[in-house]
C-alpha cells in the first residue's frame, strides 16, 4: 500500500489570486457547517495575515491563517473541505505554519481551539489556559505554545 500524496503549501495574501479558494474553504466550513456568522468569519486580522492555502492534486482543500498578535504567533482560521479531512492536511498547514513560526523567531504562539479539535493541537505541545469559551457559538478554549528550536514540527504520531 502506497503513503498517500502529501499537500502543497502555498502561502498567501488577501490579493492573491488563490485567495477566492480560501474564502471558499472557510465559507463552507465554518459559515455552513458550523452556522459561523459572516460577520464574525471575516475579520479585520485577514488584511494582516498571511493565509496558507492547501492543495491535493491541484484541488484546494485546506486552510490556515497566521499573523503577529504582540509578538505571539496567532493561529487561526484552521479548516478542511469535508472531502479531504483524514487526509493529512490540518497537520501540514500545522506543520508548515509552526516552520514558519519557528523561521520568523517567535518566541510562542496561540490559537482558539474547538474543544472537540484540542487532541490535533495537544499532539503538537499546545496547552489548554484559562476558561472555556463561547465563539460564534461554538465551545473553545485559548491554547498556548512556547517554542524552541528543538521543538518545530514536533513529532507526532504517523496516520494509518
Request: charged share 25%; aromatic share 10%.
Given at each position: 500500500?502506497?503513503?498517500?500524496?502529501?499537500?502543497?503549501?502555498?502561502a498567501?495574501?488577501?490579493?492573491?489570486?488563490?485567495?477566492?479558494?480560501?474564502?471558499?474553504?472557510?465559507?463552507?466550513v465554518?459559515?455552513?457547517?458550523?452556522?459561523?456568522?459572516?460577520?464574525?468569519?471575516?475579520?479585520?486580522?485577514?488584511?494582516?495575515?498571511?493565509?496558507?492555502?492547501?492543495?491535493?492534486?491541484?484541488?484546494?482543500?485546506?486552510?490556515?491563517?497566521?499573523?503577529?498578535?504582540a509578538g505571539?504567533?496567532?493561529?487561526?482560521r484552521?479548516?478542511?473541505?469535508?472531502?479531504?479531512?483524514?487526509?493529512?492536511?490540518?497537520?501540514?498547514?500545522?506543520?508548515?505554519?509552526?516552520?514558519?513560526?519557528?523561521?520568523?523567531?517567535?518566541?510562542?504562539?496561540?490559537?482558539?481551539?474547538?474543544v472537540?479539535?484540542?487532541?490535533?493541537?495537544q499532539?503538537?505541545?499546545f496547552?489548554?489556559?484559562?476558561?472555556?469559551?463561547?465563539?460564534?457559538?461554538?465551545?473553545?478554549?485559548?491554547?498556548?505554545?512556547?517554542?524552541?528550536?528543538?521543538?518545530?514540527?514536533?513529532?507526532?504520531?504517523?496516520?494509518?
Open positions: 500500500m502506497s503513503k498517500p500524496p502529501a499537500p502543497e503549501i502555498l498567501l495574501s488577501l490579493d492573491s489570486p488563490l485567495f477566492p479558494a480560501v474564502r471558499a474553504i472557510r465559507q463552507k465554518y459559515v455552513e457547517e458550523q452556522n459561523c456568522p459572516p460577520a464574525e468569519e471575516w475579520d479585520n486580522h485577514d488584511a494582516a495575515a498571511t493565509h496558507l492555502l492547501a492543495l491535493l492534486a491541484g484541488q484546494a482543500a485546506g486552510t490556515l491563517r497566521y499573523y503577529d498578535d505571539w504567533l496567532h493561529i487561526g484552521l479548516a478542511v473541505y469535508p472531502e479531504f479531512r483524514g487526509r493529512g492536511i490540518a497537520r501540514a498547514l500545522l506543520d508548515y505554519c509552526l516552520e514558519a513560526g519557528r523561521k520568523a523567531a517567535f518566541q510562542r504562539a496561540f490559537l482558539n481551539a474547538q472537540d479539535k484540542m487532541g490535533l493541537y499532539s503538537y505541545g496547552e489548554a489556559v484559562g476558561e472555556e469559551f463561547m465563539e460564534a457559538g461554538i465551545r473553545h478554549f485559548r491554547m498556548e505554545r512556547v517554542f524552541t528550536a528543538a521543538q518545530i514540527p514536533m513529532p507526532h504520531p504517523a496516520r494509518p
